[in-house]
Every structure is written in C-alpha cells, then in structure tokens.
C-alpha cells in the first residue's frame, strides 16, 4: 500500500527572463511519504531550479506545488521559504562561519519558536537530538573551520532535519567531499532520513549515486522529466537512448536490419515487436551483460584493463575501431592486446532509434 503523498507537483514551469527555453518545463511529479526521490540528469537540465522552486527561492510562471496535502503555490496562493516546512541542504554547507555546531543547528529552531511551534526551552535538547542523529554528538562546541567537510555536511544536514520538516531538499549534498567520505556519507544520509521518517529529493548528476539512495528517480533532460520510476525499472527498460545512455552508460552498437534480425559486431538479434522501424539502430549491451573469453581468432581487443576492486573494466576495439566496455568478474583476467570474442548475453535486446 502506498504512504500518503508528501508532495505533488503539477506542470510546474520555470522560465528565466532572456532565456530561450524554460529551465524548468511542465514538471509533474508526486513524492510519497519517507520515500526518497533523486533528480538526476546532465548539468543544466534544471535539477537546481527545480529544487529551488519546491523551496520558495524561485516562483514559477505556471503550475503548482502541494506539501503535505496542503497548497504553497497555486496562483494567488504563495507559502514563502520560511513558512514552506521545508528543510535545505546544500552542496557547499552554508553553515554560519562565527557560530559553533550546536548554535548552527539552533538556528532553524529559532524560526520555529517565532511561529510558536516550539518553545524556546526546547531548542538546546531538540538541537542536540539532531546532532546525536548525524552522529556529531561531542562537537557541539565546535566551529565549522575546526570540522571536515564531511562533519560540515553532517551538521548542515542537523540543521535541516533538527525542525522536523516535511520534506528535505538536498542539491548536490556530497559533490565538495572527496570520494571516500562520499561513498559512506551518502548511505549514512540515507540511513539518518529513513529512520527520522523523513521524505526528501536530492539532485545529484552521478547515476551511480541516484541509483543507490533513491526509491524513485527523476530523469530529467532540457527543463523535463524524461523518466519517473524506481532505480531498478529506470535501470531495466531505460525509455529513451537518452535516459539509457545517461544511466546505463551502456554500449550502443550499430545494429542493420536484415529481415528479422539485427546484424551487429557482436553477432545477430531477433527483431521484436518492440523494435524501431528502422534499418539501422542501436542495440543496448550493457557493460555487464559481455562474456568475454580469449579467441585467437575473436574480433576484439583488449586496449586497456582496470582494477576496480572486485570486478575488472576491459576497454575494448572492434574491427571496425569501435570502443566497447565490458565489466567482468576479477577472476576472468584477460590481458592487453589479447584478441577475445564476446558473448552477449540478452534476454530482451533493447534497441532504439539512431540518436
Ligand atoms: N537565475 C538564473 N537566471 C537565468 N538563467 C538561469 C538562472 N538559474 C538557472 N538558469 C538556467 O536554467 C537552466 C537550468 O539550470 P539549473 O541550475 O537548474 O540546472 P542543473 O541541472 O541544476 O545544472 P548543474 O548540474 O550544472 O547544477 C540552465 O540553462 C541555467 O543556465
């Protein structure tokens, strides 16, 4: 059974003064309840504005944007940022550089006792619960120079959740961390907003990152939502070669159609009833989904091998000088300059149109 619906957009639509096209361009979209919604896509394709817009920092020029069943835009009707109960995380912190932990993450309680949801005895306790849920308990007296970025993100992110809100907006919360610390923070985020309950959208252009924290995910592309739906189906049946090529970063191959079947470097497919009406498109091989084994008389090559720890990533040429990439188990190594076949392995071959 679904959880209540937290948010719900409508045909929201942004378009900044002087720009050709809208930044943000009839987005429709509904959040449930704890769910977390990933908004992913290339620079420039409105994630930010569209965050911005469910904050109360931007007002769009159409649509409408309900929070927690009740409208905040909608026409006349305009919740301003401080009143939407909307906590933000951003991706350069934006802690107050003269005040200590616990002071920063006082701070958006303040605001809760000016609206009288709260009574000012409770900030220092209610504060402190934050801190402990991120996991900085004994750095409350700190400044944020005396943390690391990934201790700065923390604190930020117990300034968002400290008042309780409805929804949590994050834009691109771990891009200034490097890639460790990001690793186990974005699951540990993750961790901390699903056991508050707390619903949230976070913009990332890392599919990996999208992939695994998001219960739903929002490919967007040029102001739109390409694809909505659960990493897994996004992942599965990419809907367009732009969502695959963004998500998958799968190998296209130049498929031509002979009768029933494609004809590819890697050998022929049957034509299904989903198939382009096209003689030439493209067939999706996942990095994945190539077996690869040495054959003297194969028509690939190994260019390059990469150690990612448990599996290894072959760069490959075709005859025709084509790039594939193929990921495998490390105990299949396969040497530089070694000639191998590749056996594809499709249950369902995914074609699209040439783009
Ligand atoms: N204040 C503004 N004035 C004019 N144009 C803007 C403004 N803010 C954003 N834009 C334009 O709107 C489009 C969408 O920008 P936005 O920042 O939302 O993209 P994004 O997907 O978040 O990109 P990135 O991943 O690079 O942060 C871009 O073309 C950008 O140049």
């Not at 409508?10 to 943000?24: E, N």
């Not at 402190?128 to 944020?144: D, N, S, W, Y």
Request: proline residues 5%; hydrophobic residues 40%.
């Amino acid at each position: 059974m679904d959880l209540p619906v937290i948010l719900k957009l409508d045909a929201l639509t942004k378009q900044f003064a002087g720009q050709a096209a809208p930044a943000v361009d009839q987005v429709s979209l509904v959040l449930h309840q704890g769910d977390l919604l990933g908004l992913l896509g290339p620079s420039g394709c409105g994630k930010t504005t569209l965050l911005r817009l469910i904050a109360g920092f931007e007002r769009p020029q159409h649509g409408t944007i309900d929070l927690a069943g009740h409208p905040i835009c909608d026409g006349p009707v305009w919740v301003p940022p401080e009143r939407r109960d909307v906590g933000v995380v951003f991706q350069d912190y934006a802690l107050f550089p003269h005040l200590c932990v616990l002071d920063n993450v006082a701070f958006g309680l303040k605001t809760q006792v000016r609206r009288g949801k709260l009574a000012a005895g409770q900030i220092r306790e209610e504060a402190t619960r934050a801190i402990a849920l991120v996991g900085l308990q004994g750095f409350e007296k700190r400044f944020p120079h005396e943390l690391s970025g990934g201790q700065q993100q923390r604190v930020a992110l117990a300034r968002a959740i400290a008042p309780r809100p409805s929804l949590i907006l994050l834009d691109e919360p771990f891009s200034n961390l490097d890639v460790q610390v990001r690793l186990y923070l974005r699951q540990e985020v993750r961790d901390i907003l699903k056991g508050v309950g707390a619903s949230g959208i976070f913009v990332t252009h890392d599919q990996e990152e999208a992939l695994s924290i998001s219960d739903s995910l929002a490919v967007m592309r040029s102001g739109q939502v390409e694809q909505f739906g659960t990493p897994e189906d996004i992942y599965r049946y990419p809907s367009s070669r732009f969502v695959a090529g963004f998500v998958t970063q799968a190998n296209f191959l130049r498929a031509e159609r002979h009768g029933n079947v494609w004809k590819t470097v890697l050998g022929s497919f049957a034509v299904d009833a989903a198939a382009p009406a096209a003689a030439i498109a493209e067939l999706m091989v996942r990095q994945e989904d190539l077996q690869l084994r040495p054959d003297p008389a194969g028509n690939l090559v190994v260019r390059d091998r990469q150690f990612l720890g448990r599996e290894y990533r072959y760069t490959l040429t075709t005859a025709t000088n084509d790039i594939l990439y193929a990921r495998t188990a490390t105990r299949d190594r396969l040497e530089v300059g070694q000639t191998v076949t590749a056996q594809v392995d499709l249950n369902q071959p995914q074609m699209f149109a040439m783009s």
